[in-house]
Nanobody, 125 residues
Framework: QVHLEESEGGLVQPGDSLTLSCVAS??????????VGWYRQAPGKEREFVAA????????NYADSVKGRFTISRDNASKTVKLRMDTLKPGDTAIYSC????????????????WGKGTLVNVTS
């Protein structure tokens, strides 16, 4: 059974850092051969793309709103994708979900094959 499990988010203050992890219980080929990424959905808003990384972990893409503050990485041996979030802002408050794409490289049209359930990150003073 396919399962993507995100680590617990939490309540943080503006300016803090937080790293989310997502472990994929998918076949090794499914994870290692495809791009993976993170999305988020803020209260009352549509889900939006945050970051993605290609299958070998050497090319990453970021939403403009997080560029320079967030860093995505992956470890194919453990089938894990991480999102390090620095200098968090109240506007980063959202449910964050990891995703496995269909395809080795990410593009805006890349379909998502598997979704995690999401974890809440609440940035507030």
């Amino acid at each position: 059974q396919v399962h993507l499990e995100e680590s617990e988010g939490g309540l943080v203050q503006p300016g803090d850092s937080l790293t989310l992890s997502c472990v994929a219980s998918v076949p090794e080929r499914t994870f290692n051969n495809n791009a993976v990424g993170w999305y988020r959905q803020a209260p009352g808003k549509e889900r939006e793309f945050v970051a993605a990384i290609n299958w070998v972990g050497i090319r990453a893409n970021y939403a403009d709103s997080v560029k320079g503050r967030f860093t995505i990485s992956r470890d194919n041996a453990s089938k894990t994708v991480k999102l390090r979030m620095d200098t968090l802002k109240p506007g980063d408050t959202a449910i964050y979900s990891c995703a496995v794409y269909y395809g080795a490289d990410w593009s805006r049209l890349a379909p998502v094959t598997y979704w995690g359930k999401g974890t809440l990150v609440n940035v507030t003073s």
